[in-house]
């Protein structure tokens, strides 16, 4: 439907023809096209004056801590640092030996990197106090209220508040936390430089399994770091990266097993895959999350050891195995597409029934659902902000906290906090749906005309 | 007794055999475990006769607002009424704004196209209940104050209380007789309708089916609604002072903050689902059609709805049908923003009763229902539009 040139004309009068085909072209054309600029320009303008003149940036800049790793205990940070330096290693290798070129994404890292480490440096919060009058009539009366009110002020070192807040608090002080900060950006540099140099082998099938295995043992190496912290203090954001990553991890091989289970050849197999596939999916995961919360004696002697674990454990089982029953209708969906004939010649080679999913079915099905099992996992990652319903403190609890908690110190600052929250989500969501589409032209599925 | 074993699982056939029995009987005792533990705190449903203690008055309908003298069974029914009426209208509202965003994805305008990216792309990829959250918490907290009469004045206001809309409202006993005899008159009127078309491509005289149908319809609404005398009349809202000073609405119907939040929520969020959906399908149907239908002289907008659409429907269906019953499911969400749907009432009784399992199977049943019902008639609606 679409024939309008995406690409842009290189010359002023060029440019004008182009306008003219694509946005004057018909009567009707020229008014979507003034009403679309015209609504895209308030917003643009709204969004800009929000942004730079009315939003009162303070109360995020001082909360930025809160936000990504809430009460953890400052001690026991470094757990929390080295998975960082884990995940941001293994993104940067891979990305190195699968992607093309290097050079915009190290000038990437340098600018983000440049931005980061400068933004924050000569930053002070400090709070001013104003005296307030107010005139409040209600009930025919008219009072007059005399008070302090407290405003949060980032005094700044060079770098505007609004950029300070919206580069979402990883722009830091000079201190240990910017050092760390440092490293990062050059464990990303570094990492794809590695991963470059090991591209040379990357179609060996050793370095495939090699950085495949690294990326399943992540997860359990991050988790099991997590040991020596009372669960209580995990928080914010990194409550949601952790209940994301354990509901990934068990839940693609909870789907993978309950998948095979529904085309096993033995029919109670089949039947109890598909049961358990259909109850799970009846339910909302609020209402599976509410269960696992409020269940206490009711499930006799089973109920009572599953109630008797930390909440945080139940929700990620909770995620595992409802995460796993939409999985596996996913990879089901990869398993049909797979030629029978290719079942029918791994028979005939010999292979045992083993053999042939490990080696040639399963491989091409997953390969066929990578984008729709990472679309699975995106609504994974979004079905985290729901803790913010059972009473555990996550990204989006942990704003209510701040505004509930700060209401003195910038009254009506809640729309500066949802906005971060809110690209906190975003920001994941929107990469690992880049990620998605990577995959699909990738591999090269879902391909028309 | 080895030799016996290992026999027993190299045949395939007895090896079948262990493996099912095996399997069924893990399986069997797990469910009858649940069912037992269900059922045995059961026979155990006296507790849905008690009453439900707290008022949750924030229906769209005043009949589904919960009163704290009401039975317990009664509230879950009513919870379930208000997700109902949450996600009909949710539904509704999503599908038209899905399809207008889709539609503007495929303009031959490429500012539009990029609107529209920036739509879809925003609430695509944010979570529902920090949507709900930001509306509830947020947006809908900072509105003016009841006092200060927003709106537009003597027919719809809103504040921070809510919204204040213009509703029907009856004036005798027999007034729940007239709703049925529109459903009779809408019965009636497409019978009338279809009987008409398929005349007229029998005989290929002009029948009118639309226009008899409609009439039809609109004169059984009037004679049921005179020969019942008047039992409804519109109700306009407005803001009143009582004698201590406090203001309040009167008249009209009060849409809470909760329903709000959550009926915006919903539509946004799933608005933006729709609109790939109505994007893809459309994109699917072979542009040979749209060639051959402007060579036939169609113009653009008679393109677009007789030979695009109809056969982006067949594809858009299947997909809409999940996505229908995503949001159904998702209206529970609503229950963090203190809307009195199903899971809010029933974590009432659950903390009041402690009920759990019964009140949670009474969850799970209603959703079967409503989703096999959504699956039902997008099924039906299938079979209409696919090709016979």
């Known amino acids: ?449 | 007794m080895k030799e016996y074993l290992s026999d027993l699982w190299n045949h395939s056939n007895s090896r079948a055999r262990v493996v099912n029995i095996v399997v069924g009987l893990a399986a069997a005792i797990i469910a009858i475990y649940l069912v037992y533990s269900i059922f045995s705190n059961l026979f155990d449903f006296r507790f849905i006769t008690g009453p439900y203690g707290s008022p949750d008055r924030s229906s769209i309908f005043v009949a589904l607002e919960v009163e704290a003298s009401d039975p317990r069974w009664l509230g879950m029914l009513k919870g379930a009424g208000n997700t109902i009426s949450v996600v009909v209208f949710a539904i509704a509202l999503s599908s038209f704004l899905g399809l207008l965003v889709g539609v503007a994805r495929l303009a031959n305008n490429p500012i539009l196209t990029r609107l529209g990216k920036f739509y879809v792309e925003t609430f695509r990829n944010l979570p529902l209940l920090l949507i709900m959250f930001f509306f509830a918490f947020g947006v809908f907290r900072s509105l003016p104050q009841i006092q200060s009469e927003s709106g537009i004045s003597g027919f719809l206001y809103i504040s921070n209380r809510g919204l204040a809309i213009p509703w029907l409202e009856p004036t005798n006993d027999l007034w729940w007789i007239w709703p049925l005899a529109l459903i009779v008159a809408a019965v009636v009127a497409m019978w009338v309708r279809r009987v008409r078309e398929q005349q007229e491509e029998l005989t290929g005289r002009v029948m009118r089916g639309n226009t008899w149908g409609l009439s039809i319809f609109v004169g059984l609404a009037v004679v049921s609604y005179l020969a019942l005398l008047l039992p409804m009349r519109i109700t306009l809202p407005e803001v009143v002072q009582s004698e201590a000073g406090f203001f309040s609405y009167a008249g009209g119907n009060q849409l809470g903050l909760g329903y709000i939040s959550a009926l915006v929520s919903l539509t946004l969020y799933f608005s933006a689902f729709i609109a790939e959906i109505v994007r893809g399908s459309i994109q699917a149907v072979p542009h040979g059609q749209v060639e051959a239908s402007a060579s036939l002289g169609f113009t653009v907008y008679q393109r677009f709805t007789l030979i695009v659409l109809p056969q982006a429907l067949r594809i858009m269906i299947p997909a809409l049908n999940n996505e229908y019953q995503n949001a159904n499911k998702d209206s529970t969400l609503a229950h963090a923003i203190a809307y009195g749907e199903i899971v809010l009432i029933s974590n009432r009784i659950v903390n009041n009763a402690g009920n759990l399992l019964q009140t949670y199977l009474f969850i799970f049943v209603v959703f079967i229902i409503t989703n096999l019902i959504i699956s039902m008639i997008m099924n039906t609606i299938n079979k209409n539009v696919q090709l016979k």
């Open chain 1, 1 to 449: 439907m679409t024939t309008f040139t995406t690409i842009q004309p290189a010359s002023v009068a060029q440019r004008i023809v182009w306008a003219k085909a694509n946005l004057f072209n018909t009567r009707g054309n020229a008014a979507l096209t003034v009403v679309s600029v015209g609504s895209a320009a308030l917003l643009l303008f709204l969004a800009v004056r929000y942004v730079l003149f009315q939003a009162n940036w303070g109360l995020v800049a001082i909360n930025q801590r809160l936000f990504f790793i809430g009460s953890y205990p400052q001690d026991e940070t470094f757990r929390i640092w080295i998975a960082v330096f884990l995940v941001v290693g293994l993104i940067a290798v891979t990305y190195g030996i699968w992607a093309g070129k290097l050079r915009p994404y190290l000038i990437a890292i340098g600018v983000v990197a440049a931005i980061v480490l400068t933004l924050g440096l000569g930053t002070e919060f400090r709070i001013e106090e104003h005296e307030f009058t107010d005139v409040i009539e209600s009930a025919g009366q008219t009072q007059t209220v005399t008070g302090i009110d407290s405003v949060l002020v980032v005094d700044r070192g060079w770098a505007p508040s609004w950029l300070y807040a919206v580069s979402l608090g990883l722009a830091v002080p000079f201190g240990s936390t910017w050092v760390l900060m440092a490293c990062v950006f050059a464990t990303l540099a570094g990492g794809a430089w590695v991963g470059k140099q090991l591209s040379r082998w990357r179609s060996n099938p050793i370095v495939l399994q090699g950085i495949g295995a690294l990326w399943v043992l992540l997860i359990p190496a991050i988790v099991l770091m997590q040991f020596g912290v009372s669960s209580n203090s995990w928080e914010s954001a990194f409550l949601d990266v952790l209940v994301f990553a354990v509901g990934v991890f068990f839940s693609f091989f909870i789907g993978l097993a309950l998948a095979m289970g529904r085309i096993s050849p033995y029919w109670a197999i089949r039947v109890s895959s598909v049961g358990y596939i259909e109850v799970v999916r009846a339910a909302p995961l609020l209402v599976w999350l509410l269960f696992a919360t409020f269940l206490k004696d009711e499930l006799g002697p089973v109920g009572e050891a599953f109630s008797s674990i930390d909440l945080v454990y139940r929700v990620m089982f909770v995620f595992a195995f409802f995460g796993g029953a939409y999985i596996a209708e996913v990879i089901r969906g990869g398993l049909q597409s797979v030629p029978r004939g290719q079942r029918e010649a791994s028979q005939s080679l010999g292979l045992s029934s083993i053999q042939m999913y490990a080696l040639i079915v399963l491989p091409q099905a997953i390969r066929a659902v990578i984008p729709a099992i990472i679309g699975r996992f995106i609504a994974l990652w979004k079905d985290t902000a729901l803790l913010a319903a059972i009473s555990l403190v996550n990204t989006l609890e942990k704003s209510k906290k701040i505004l509930s908690g700060q209401t003195d110190i910038a009254d009506g600052a809640f729309f500066e906090i949802y906005i971060v929250v809110a690209l906190i989500y975003w920001v994941v969501s929107y990469l690992l749906s880049k990620l998605g589409s990577a995959a699909e032209s990738r591999l090269g599925v879902g391909e028309r005309r």
